[in-house]
């Protein structure tokens, strides 16, 4: 596996007003892994995330993507870069159709400016054919064909969940940070979805970094785990390597975290 | 259509129903031509509201930056109608963009709140900045030169060569006719327009904001750019709605843009329905000849009263059809209710 650094966050920091929620974290996910971010509520997570992705504007540090500065950029151009995110709390499109919230994500449609649409109409109908095939395409995969012409507000909580992680598919992204993607699905759903990043990397050379709670899915599922705490990086190294590992014990006890990182299994999805 | 039916309760009621004026041409001609500027109006609205997810509450600003300017190019800079046309437009859409850059990144609430501000603004600017305006008595003509120049002069030669076609088929053609058949041929070109372009790539981030600006924006789509399309499409309708108000009414005055142009614009919408442009201009001929036919409805109270009592009509209409009806005539129920 190539050891190189994808993307790397060095010495990151968001103040919101006096808490520092995220307070100096440094990481880096290696290209073509399936890393782990954990940590006890409040340690900030989801904060790094909206960092990193451009949701929220740093304060201070440094994240480098593929080689290329992309601290304090835009959302949108993070995105287009190839590091796409999900969220904790499903953003499905809900008043429009399965098909058009897959067509959306997909890069280089000359028919999303105004220009196009007037002086590239047969450019644009071109693509469109081509992303639509894509997007069936990638329905099929996750079970979710059928439902394509229906909004995708008439889901379920578990299918958003796979819409979600198919519709960041489409924009074609190179990292994948998922936000909890297993929380609020059933088991058979889970472990589905766990197939489908396990074949995403392998096929389409995908790296993925993804929050989680459940210890059993991450000790058994991802190749690194990074801990976080109090708005630091507390400790990162192969699942058992984490699982001994005294910092990551202590912060999990004594950070009042419903879980114990040491017991397999027995950390729930808290709130 | 179920908005109707408090009219047919209203007739069997013993009322009295002065049926001359009520069927006079002259007088409906007037209400089309206002529900068309209406639609125009309101078709902005539809795209800021119904496909984007902006809540803009000042195109009666845009009216009035469109109307004013258009008038004072040709008054004062003596510019020709149609350069003065094309002109007020980018002028208004420019100005769209002005309020929108700082204000679209707030949040949706605080966003209307800044447009119906910047609509005031501009409505109390045109009625004290009396040198370019002409304030409270409005803007006509300029009558400082030898020739005495208005703003509609090239429009009234443009309504006397229609009238002029007509008189082959009538021989006292509607003196309203020529300015209906231009604002609803205006309204017709918009509503496909805009119908086409939300058919697009384009139209479907469109609705991403309107869904949910946060998912756009991490699927690489840049959202204010976006926003900022709409709104300045929305003011070009409201200039277009402005110049069309300007020659019905053959002069421009501060209380033709009040808020309450807006609101009835929203009135509009909601009769027609949200995320459908046809709905529009039927939600638009509909609130109008409700409010208009319910001025002939004559009851043994004093005339105060019965104006109040129109609008009381409208209100239960519009009631009911939120009862019975919310998305509206044309809108979509499971977008409405999928939507929050």
């Known amino acids: 596996m190539a050891t190189e650094a994808l993307l790397d966050i060095d010495e990151v920091v968001k103040r919101f007003g006096g808490i520092h929620a995220v307070d100096g974290a440094t990481l880096e996910v290696r290209d073509g892994e399936i890393a782990a971010l954990i940590g006890p509520n409040g340690a900030g997570k989801t904060t790094l995330f909206n960092v990193i992705t451009g949701f929220y504007r740093g304060d201070r540090g440094s994240v480098t993507f593929q080689g290329e500065q992309i601290f304090q950029r835009p959302p949108h151009q993070i995105a287009r870069r190839g590091m796409v995110r999900t969220f904790q709390i499903t953003k499905a499109l809900a008043a429009m159709p399965v098909i058009d919230n897959m ?28 992303v639509r095939e894509q997007a069936l395409e990638l329905l099929d995969l996750f079970n979710l064909a059928k439902l394509a012409e229906d909004y995708a507000g008439t889901l379920s909580g578990g299918q958003r969940k796979l819409l979600e992680l198919a519709r960041a598919l489409m924009a074609r992204p190179k990292l994948l940070l998922l ?16 197939d489908h990043m ?53 912060a999990y006890l ?18 | ?30 209400v089309a031509v206002l529900a068309g500027i209406y639609a125009l109006v309101a078709l902005g609205l539809q795209l800021n509201v119904g496909f984007t997810g902006i809540i803009n ?36 859409m420019a100005f769209g963009l002005l309020v929108g850059l700082p204000s679209l990144r707030l949040r949706a609430d605080y966003f209307a709140i800044v447009t119906i501000a910047m609509a005031e603004v501009v409505r109390l600017v045109a ?22 120049v208005c703003y509609d002069d090239t429009w009234l030669d443009i309504e006397d060569s229609i009238l002029g076609f007509l008189e082959n088929f009538s021989s006292d053609p509607e003196i309203l006719l020529p300015l209906l058949f231009v604002v609803w041929a205006t309204v017709l070109l918009a509503t496909v327009g805009l119908s086409f372009i939300q058919r697009t790539p384009w139209g479907r981030v469109l609705r991403a904001v309107r869904e949910d600006e946060d998912a756009a924006r991490a699927l690489g789509k840049n959202t204010l750019l976006y926003k900022l399309q709409s709104l300045a499409i ?28 807006t609101f009835f614009a929203y009135g509009v919408l909601v009769l027609g329905g949200l995320a459908n442009y046809w709905g529009v201009a039927i939600g638009s001929l509909i609130l109008w000849t409700l409010l208009e036919a319910t001025r002939f409805i004559e009851l043994p109270i004093s005339d105060e009263r019965q104006a109040a009592l129109r609008f009381a009509i409208v209100g239960l209409v519009l009631i009911l059809l939120m009862a019975f009806r919310p998305q509206g005539i044309f809108g979509k129920r499971e977008e409405m209710v999928l939507g929050d």
């Open chain 1, 254 to 271: 004594g950070g009042g975290g419903a879980s114990g990182a040491g017991s397999n299994g027995a950390g729930g999805a808290s709130s």
């Open chain 2, 234 to 261: 929305s003011a070009l309708l409201g200039a277009l709605a402005g110049f069309f108000l300007a020659l019905f009414l053959a002069t421009i005055h501060p209380v033709d843009y009040e808020p309450l142009v």
């Open chain 1, 198 to 250: 396990q074949r995403l990397r392998r096929e389409k050379g995908v790296t993925f970094l993804f929050i989680e709670h459940d210890m059993e899915v991450v000790m058994n599922h991802s190749d690194r785990v990074v801990v976080m705490a109090e708005g630091r990086v507390i400790a990162a190294g192969e699942p058992h390597e984490v699982r001994s590992d005294q910092k990551v014990i202590d």
């Open chain 2, 1 to 30: 259509m179920s908005a109707l039916a408090p009219l047919g309760v209203l007739a069997e009621l013993p009322l009295a129903v002065s049926f001359e004026a009520f069927t006079a041409g002259n007088f409906w001609a007037g």
């Open chain 2, 127 to 148: 009625q004290n900045a009396r040198g370019l305006t002409g304030g409270n008595e409005g803007l006509f003509c300029n009558t400082e030169g030898v020739n005495q």
């Open chain 2, 57 to 92: 509450f000042g195109q009666a600003g845009f009216m009035a930056i469109g109307g004013y300017t258009m008038a004072i190019l040709v008054l004062e800079a003596g510019l020709s109608f149609w350069l003065a046309l094309p002109a007020a437009m980018l002028i208004t």
């Open chain 1, 179 to 194: 936000d909890e993607p297993m929380a609020g699905i059933n088991p058979t759903l889970g472990r589905r979805l766990l």
């Open chain 1, 103 to 130: 067509m959306l994500a997909a890069p280089d449609q000359p028919g999303e400016r105004l220009s196009g649409v007037i002086f590239r109409p047969g450019a644009s109908r071109r693509r469109e054919a081509e």
